[in-house]
Nanobody, 123 residues
């Protein structure tokens, strides 16, 4: 599976962005999907994840209520809608795919990673 994230950019605090992650291949619906982010000087951290069907979603406490993860299996794409953005959301955002994972929140639960997309939130 090859993943390509897009949609990053510069936005003012309080604004919104929608990230997309397009996956290659015809087995997208077999993978759980996740978003992680890495801020300068910090370790990469979990942001959100969604099950294969899209029926279950998981969020980091820091983004709960502001970010929404969704997927369109017909389009092989997962989305991250980010609202009420804060300067501390500034980071490179990565999407990842897991054929099987027992832990949506851990990096090592994912098999494939895309290149990141930069999100910068100005105050």
């Amino acid at each position: 599976v090859q993943l390509q994230a897009s949609g990053g950019g510069l936005v003012q605090a309080g604004g919104s962005l929608r990230l997309s992650c397009a996956a290659s291949g015809r087995t997208f619906s077999s993978y759980s999907m996740g978003w992680f982010r890495q801020a300068p000087g910090k370790e990469r951290e979990f942001v959100a994840a969604i099950s294969r069907s899209g029926h279950s979603t998981y969020y980091a406490d820091s983004v709960k209520g502001r970010f929404t993860i969704s997927r369109d299996n017909a389009k092989n794409t997962v989305y991250l809608q980010m609202d009420s953005l804060k300067p501390e959301d500034t980071a490179v955002y990565y999407c990842a795919a897991a054929y099987y994972t027992a832990n949506y929140y851990a990096e090592n639960g994912y098999d494939y990673w895309g290149l990141g997309t930069q999100v910068t939130v100005s105050s």
